[in-house]
T-cell receptor
């Protein structure tokens, strides 16, 4: 069975541009997590969905960030407008039930905002 | 201030040596997880500890959950180059999930 799939794997953009990151969950998983990883702040949970419903978005940095789950297997994380401080590796993860179960991570999207 | 503090932050050792990594918090956790992340990849779960005082072994890796469920340790016996990676503890003291600050381990052949 395929794991969590993320696209693109690398993204380089200029400040002010819109960035959309995509994630496909493992089939049958009900929870989806978006994380951001930087050297300074480590791995931070941005938002957590369960059964397509956002449960906790307290980690979303500001209004420039938005996440959607249009169906049970797919999610997007959008940054508009992007800023250099958004440069990081963004991970998507899914689990069978909730955040206390094993989370399966995708390979990540490396974002560089110039 | 991070909820889950790990120490040491960096560790470089020779193949065959033993090491211990610590994960500490002032909060109580119902369970703690340990993940390993290799360069260019996402973290992969190694183990989940649930009961205070619990010890779990995974080949040369031994995980312990503190009696008060506020801390955990990971001990690696006879480290090998394949153990190289970023080790992360993680858990949810309430409704939010946190990863620790991480320990970057390098095992030199």
């Amino acid at each position: 069975d395929a794991g969590v799939i993320q696209s693109p794997r690398h993204e380089v953009t200029e400040m002010g541009q819109e960035v959309t990151l995509r994630c496909k969950l493992i089939s049958g998983h009900n929870s989806l997590f978006w994380y951001r990883q930087t050297m300074m702040r480590g791995l931070e949970l941005l938002i957590y969905f369960n059964n397509n419903v956002p449960i906790d978005d307290s980690g979303m940095p500001e209004d420039r960030f938005s996440a959607k789950m249009p169906n049970a297997s797919f999610s997007t994380l959008k940054i508009q407008p992007s800023e250099p401080r958004d440069s990081a590796v963004y991970f998507c993860a899914s689990s069978l039930q909730d955040l206390l179960e094993t989370q399966y991570f995708g390979p990540g999207t490396r974002l560089l905002v110039l | 201030t991070q909820l889950l503090e790990q120490s040491p932050q960096f560790l470089s050792i020779q193949e065959g040596e033993n090491l211990t990594v610590y994960c500490n918090s002032s909060s109580v956790f119902s369970s703690l997880q340990w993940y390993r992340q290799e360069p260019g990849e996402g973290p992969v779960l190694l183990v989940t500890v649930v009961t205070g005082g619990e010890v779990k072994k995974l080949k040369r890796l031994t995980f312990q959950f503190g009696d008060a469920r506020k801390d955990s340790s990971l001990h690696i016996t006879a480290a090998q180059p394949g153990d190289t990676g970023l080790y992360l503890c993680a858990g949810a003291p309430g409704n939010q999930f946190y990863f620790g600050t991480g320990t970057s381990l390098t095992v030199i052949p």
